[in-house]
């Protein structure tokens, strides 16, 4: 009986068949395969988009969920059971121990066609962006030239025109261009928003420019500065709530996943076990019916 010595009634064998085991892997991923597609059939199925009668998202999911615990119980089950048995065990731990290693093996051979087939996309999705980042890079090259050429637009323009986006801007706030106020005004909220010692410098030139700008009052320029800047600090407040927010769904759905996982993978130890088991105790009554 492969790696086993029957001597009388009982068997002398090794503690562990590896063959036996590869089987029971083989068949509970055949199993497994099997049940699935029962349940896509049976699932889609189910759709009946003329008559009216489709099951929405949820009921999919919750069936297809329970199918799935179901079939990798039955799959599981059916490969603890195979490996036990191909063995010749007669020993019930060694029996469950054979179907535990088997429900390993599938666990370990699940995480590792997932994680391939994630990664497998992540490469894809980063080789087809580079892709499109390096093809849009030489287009915009060699577009660039002969528009370039054809507008009349040579560097040394180019270069003028930079000199004076970097030319300083005319201080006073009463005779400033709009253009200048609104760039001296970016300056210097960006000072303010630093904070420090400079920043009540830079709000005082940022409400001079307001009231010069608008020809208001300094006093009503700036009760508009701090009104902006409530409004910015409240739409700052609910969008720092938002994500603490979707952090603690996100945590919330991480932890329930979890569980689940933990569940699914302790319900298929437990019917690879008891696979495992049931092929000791029919190797046994068996065994025990030959020698009666």
């Known amino acids: 009986m492969g790696n086993s010595i029957v001597a009388g009634a009982s068997h002398i064998h090794r503690r562990i068949s590896w063959a036996a085991i590869f089987g029971g892997v083989i068949l509970a991923v055949v199993v497994q395969l099997l049940l699935s597609t029962l349940g896509a059939g049976i699932g889609f199925g189910t759709v009946g988009v003329n008559a009216g009668t489709t099951p929405d998202a949820s009921s999919l999911g919750l069936g297809a969920g329970i199918w799935w615990v179901v079939s990798s119980c039955i799959a599981l089950g059916f490969g603890g059971f195979a490996a036990a048995w191909m063995a010749g065990i007669e020993v019930r731990m060694d029996g469950v121990m054979h179907g535990l290693i088997t429900w390993g093996l599938v666990s370990l051979l699940a995480i590792y066609v997932l994680g391939s087939a994630a990664s497998g996309v992540v490469r894809g999705g980063l080789s087809a962006a580079g892709s499109v980042a390096s093809a849009a890079g030489s287009g915009i090259s060699d577009v660039a030239k002969p528009l370039t050429q054809a507008a009349g637009v040579s560097p040394d323009m180019v270069q003028q025109q930079a000199q004076a986006y970097l030319a300083p801007t005319n201080t006073d706030p009463a005779t400033m261009s709009a253009r200048d106020a609104q760039k001296e005004v970016a300056t210097q ?54 994500a603490k927010n979707a952090a603690d769904a996100s945590a919330k759905a991480a932890s329930t996943a979890s569980f689940a996982a933990f569940g699914l ?7 690879a076990s008891a696979g495992g088991m049931m092929a000791v105790q029919r190797r046994t009554n068996t065994v025990r019916r030959v020698v009666r």
């Open 265 to 271: 993978l302790l319900l298929g130890g437990v019917a």
């Open 189 to 242: 909220l960006a000072t303010y928003a630093r904070g420090g010692a400079g920043a009540d410098a830079a709000k005082g030139r940022v409400v001079d420019i307001m009231a010069a700008q608008m020809k208001i009052s300094r006093d009503d320029a700036a009760k508009r500065f701090d009104d902006a800047q409530a409004k910015l600090k409240q739409a700052r407040d609910e969008a720092t709530q938002v």
